[in-house]
């Protein structure tokens, strides 16, 4: 007879792994695990089911030393602590940790990953992906509450012109065309983006794209 927990973890395996769940098959590095923590509280939130191969196999926990990095990632390797909670469940005779991570109150968290350094990221579909320089800026006007009403000048008129004849463009080159300065053109596009008049999709490749809508 299959117990409730199994009948639950499975339940879960058979999502496979997308924007909210994510499979590890052992802890073996907290700061690398941390990139997961602050994805997931950036975004939407989500799950690790901890002690599952890439495939859906049940390997379970091994070790004490597997749920201290799982503590240590949340708490030690993020800045500021993410919030993260943990649930045993029994498999086959093996135990499967499933740690969830709600959404942040404050964004951005920043995982570690290097000495003294720190960077944001978020999750698309089943990737960790390092956060736009455009998306830092909304959360700062987020946080601060700036540009809650858009004031539509000739110059954002003309910018936002620029960015639908364009096409989708990287940020680099926006700022060629645009003949602006970085920070200028981050704030901007960070404006238009939340006005929803411009929309930032990801390329696949560490870039983030940026074009009218």
Not at 3 to 31: C, N, P, W
Not at 75 to 101: K, W
Not at 167 to 178: C, D, H
Not at 185 to 194: G, N
């Amino acid at each position: 007879m299959i117990s409730d927990d199994s009948r639950y973890i499975l339940r879960l395996i058979s999502e496979g792994e997308h924007q909210q769940q994510d499979f590890k098959y052992k802890i073996t590095d907290a700061m690398k695990l941390a990139r997961s923590v602050s994805a997931f509280a950036n975004t939407e939130g989500g799950r690790l089911l901890i002690g599952i191969r890439d495939d859906g196999a049940v390997s379970g926990v091994r070790s004490e030393e597997e749920i201290y990095m799982m503590h240590a990632a949340a708490y030690e390797y993020c800045r500021p602590p993410s919030s993260i909670h943990f649930d045993t469940y029994h498999v086959a005779g093996r135990q499967v940790v499933v740690a969830t991570v709600p959404p942040a109150q404050h964004k951005p968290v920043s995982a570690r990953i290097g000495d003294g350094e720190y960077r944001a990221f978020i999750r698309i579909a089943d990737e960790n992906i390092i956060a736009s320089p455009v998306q830092l800026r909304m959360w700062k006007d987020e946080r601060s509450r700036q540009g809650a009403v858009l004031h539509y000048t000739d110059e954002e008129s003309s910018f936002l012109k620029m960015i639908s004849d364009g096409g989708m463009l990287p940020l680099n080159q926006i700022v060629r065309r645009s003949g602006m300065g970085r920070y200028q053109v981050i704030a901007m596009l960070s404006r238009l983006i939340r006005f929803g008049l411009v929309r930032q999709e990801y390329a696949g490749d560490g870039r983030f794209l940026f074009g009218g809508k």
